[in-house]
């Protein structure tokens, strides 16, 4: 069983940044799909990006060019750096864990979950 805490959360003004973290257990770290998920108030769970095994990376375009996802395998942590950030940003962000090479954006094929952490972006 793998446990994910998610850190780093906070209220910022829009153009501002935050780095999120991840930190695992209970697992083999270094084998998983990593990802990283958000949800608005009443809008469903979106992807925003994933980082797999290789260090492959994939983004949502909502965040190409302003987001970056990187892990550290000796820290069984993953993190996500935000930049430039938008109003339209707002939301608890998830991380994810997933055995599949093929996870990426499908939320279906991620096997574990964090709790979540709030990030608000004021205009």
């Known amino acids: 069983q793998v446990q994910l805490v998610e850190s780093g959360g906070g209220a910022v003004q829009a153009g501002g940044s935050l780095r999120l973290s991840c930190a695992a257990s209970?697992?083999?770290?270094?084998?998983?799909?990593m990802g990283w998920f958000r949800q608005a108030p009443g809008k469903e769970r979106e992807f925003v990006a994933a980082?797999?095994?290789?260090?492959?990376?994939y983004y949502a375009d909502s965040v190409k060019g302003r987001f970056t996802i990187s892990r550290d395998n000796a820290k069984n942590t993953v993190y996500l750096q935000m930049n430039s950030l938008k109003p339209e940003d707002t939301a608890v962000y998830y991380c994810?864990?997933?055995?599949?090479?093929?996870?990426?954006?499908?939320?279906?094929?991620?096997?574990?979950w964090g709790q979540g952490t709030q990030v608000t972006v004021s205009s």
């Open positions: 209970g697992g083999t770290f270094s084998r998983y799909t």
């Open positions: 980082i797999g095994w290789s260090l492959y990376t």
């Open positions: 994810a864990a997933s055995k599949s090479v093929r996870a990426m954006g499908d939320a279906t094929l991620y096997d574990y």
